[in-house]
């Protein structure tokens, strides 16, 4: 059987050398599943990808799309394409104006679908997604939510392959070593110089990572959860964006300086630490209309570092938390449900230390990128007939 040779697109990447410069995890399932399917001994890949930073971003992916515009099906003929693989529904809009050419020329269209790329209320956009989808050979949702958005917005089901996200299981292979790693993270906290208090060592820590974004649930929790536990439970958020100036409210409203903690972005190395030495990840997402989360792939890091999480049970992070096997879900915008939660685990530390073992083999064996990029080998292999 010969290699599927895959035109791999993508305006994700960041620059070369600076990948803190373009972040996220639209931009971390494009590269890493990159890396993957280049890695398949069933594949050869050619890549058109566009490096850029985060902030120059929306000035370069005119320019990229227009060039793809005018040569793709010429590349496709000239490197005798089996699959033209969009990253993201951004770059499948090239599939609208291509597509009978590209399938003239040999090639048939696949997507990824990420969640937002769908959702987004712009009308303009909303106009797009759908002949856009239409377009598509095959789309691969990362999740079942995903999927159904996709479906609502005109694509036949049977062209719908949900495929999770996969993680770089070498990224944070540094293991949890209990009690040495919780004093790493402390000692690292000691020395950011915020004027707080210290934290107790028998603090439970609760963990969140992300873009502060109304979808986060960061805000919510803070008002609504963190006053119903005891004083010896501490969050620590890591991230920024548009709604942080919203959590320091909040963190005033309720008096919460010494338990809340705001860590800003931080290093891919105090991020390992913030994983191995806190206790419970929290992901409190709550619904908003056109903005959804596809997946979650800080679930995926957390549980590989041994970080079991809590989740609110909707969209894509039903996909993304197992219950019994690396977390727990609870109804969205159920503050006591949540707190109940977090309070099985700060009473019971024994279960938690099994919750936390349990977590880190089960991402091992199910989200490591090549068995997922395996997965979507054999579903293009079927498309392309």
Known sequence: MRALRILYISHSFPPAGRPLDNVGGMQRLAVELHAALAANPDVELVPEVLRTSWKWTPYRVGPYLARLLATLPATVRRERIDAVFFSSMVTATLAMPLAGRIRAAGARLAAITNGLDVTDPNPVWQRIVPRTLGALDVAFPISRATAEQCVARGLPRE?????????????????RVPGASRRELLAALAQSGDGNAPIPGDALLLASVGRHVERKGFQWFTDEVMPLLPRDVVYLLAGEGPMTPAVRAAIERQGLHDRVRLLGRVTDEMLGK????ADLFVMPNVPVAGDMEGFGIVILEAGLSGLPTVGSAMEGILDAVTPGENGDLVPPLDPRALADAILRCHHDRAALAEASARARTFVEATYGWPGIAARYVAHLRDVVG
Request: glycine share 10%.
């Open 274 to 277: 913030l994983y191995r030495g």
């Open 159 to 175: 062209r719908s392959r949900v495929v999770p996200v996969g993680i770089d299981l070498s990224r944070l292979s540094q293991p």
